[in-house]
């Protein structure tokens, strides 16, 4: 198992930063890939972000590209978000994948508990 601990949310003004953190524990050396999703009220989980365990290389959906930026230093992985505007607002989750499409929910196997990120106008 993996063990996924978010933190690093909370409220902001638009225009406003925030960097989320996603420290991983346990089989790490099971991750294929690890990303970032959202989940704002009424609306289906998103991508966000993800990154090659291996190879670091990153991917970022069109709508963050920019403004945030995945990174990681050992077992931890980190969204810096900058410029966030009210679209943002969501609860954020990073997530551990085994294998498959960085950008599908259906990927990924083990899930943090989300932390919120609220973006005030």
């Known amino acids: 198992q993996v063990q996924l601990v978010e933190s690093g949310g909370g409220l902001v003004q638009a225009g406003g930063s925030l960097r989320l953190s996603c420290s991983a524990t346990g089989r790490t050396f099971h991750i294929y890939t690890m990303g970032w999703f959202r989940q704002a009220p009424g609306k289906e989980r998103e991508f966000v972000a993800a990154?090659?365990?291996?190879?670091?290389r990153t991917w970022h959906a069109d709508s963050v590209k920019g403004r945030f930026t995945m990174s990681r230093a050992e077992n931890t992985v980190y969204l810096e978000m900058n410029n966030l505007g009210p679209q943002d607002t969501a609860v954020y989750f990073c997530a551990s994948s085994a294998g498959g499409s960085y950008y599908m929910v259906r990927s990924y196997n083990y899930w943090g508990q989300g932390t919120q990120v609220t973006v005030s106008s």
């Open positions: 990154m090659s365990w291996r190879s670091d």
